[in-house]
């Protein structure tokens, strides 16, 4: 079955770097975009931006680019999301979710703060 | 970049049927799809495409579009249904890679 298992939970400083692993497996990864959604407390869902596992490429909302850098290792079918120059309000549960949002990880909460 | 807008919150009894709906121009080029999220979890994808439900979704969940506007319909709201509802879709005011969401509906089960 398809797995997303994403990394625990981050407690990071105003200015810092957060950077979030996804481990795909049940599924060939290379086969499937990986998008990554973030949603603050009580707030809706926010579309961050997307990579193909098989050529690398991105895309990041307009609100993301300069900050936010996806990458991924094929040999362990595992996507990254980084978010740089973090403030408060990045504090967010961070999701990733496969191919066209049919399978999602169970989300990573990050907390920024001093 | 596009904005999909979803009424806040909506009610239906126990055993009715509920109409929840997202707007928006990107719908009249993309199919939405629809995510059902119950709290401290991840959100789950329940309806994609013209009216597809994925393997284990009720089939009280349907979907339907008309111009601007999507529809998640459920027939016969069962108590465990009562969860926040987003849609999502291609945002078609930019390179039409990027994706939008709604803003979320909380149905209520009364």
């Known amino acids: 079955q398809v797995q997303l298992v994403q990394s625990g939970a981050e407690v990071k400083k105003p200015g810092a770097s957060v950077k979030v692993s996804c481990k795909a497996s049940?599924?060939?990864?290379?086969?499937?975009?990986i998008n990554w959604v973030r949603q603050a407390t009580g707030q809706g869902l926010e579309w961050m931006g997307w990579?193909?596992?098989?050529?690398?490429?991105?895309g990041y909302a307009q609100k993301f680019q300069g900050r936010v850098t996806m990458t991924r290792n094929t040999s362990i079918s595992t996507a990254y999301m980084e978010l740089s120059s973090l403030r408060s309000e990045d504090t967010a549960v961070y999701y990733c979710a496969s191919g066209e949002f049919d399978y999602w990880g169970q989300g990573t909460l990050v907390t920024v703060s001093s | 970049s596009s904005e999909l807008t979803q009424d806040p919150a909506v009610s239906v009894a126990l055993g009715q049927t509920v109409r929840i709906t997202c707007q928006g121009d990107s719908l009249r080029s993309y199919y939405a799809s629809w995510y059902q999220q119950k709290p401290g979890q991840a959100p789950v994808l329940v309806i994609y495409g013209k009216n597809n439900r994925p393997s284990g979704i009720p089939d009280r969940f349907s979907g339907s579009s008309s111009g601007n506007t999507a529809s998640l319909t459920i027939t016969g709201a069962q108590a465990e249904d009562e969860a926040d509802y987003y849609c999502?879709?291609?945002?078609?005011?930019?390179?039409?890679?990027?994706?939008?969401f709604g803003g979320g509906t909380k149905l209520t089960v009364l």
């Open positions: 049940g599924y060939t990864f290379t086969s499937y975009d």
């Open positions: 990579m193909n596992p098989n050529s690398g490429n991105t």
């Open positions: 999502n879709s291609r945002d078609s005011s930019g390179n039409h890679l990027d994706w939008v």
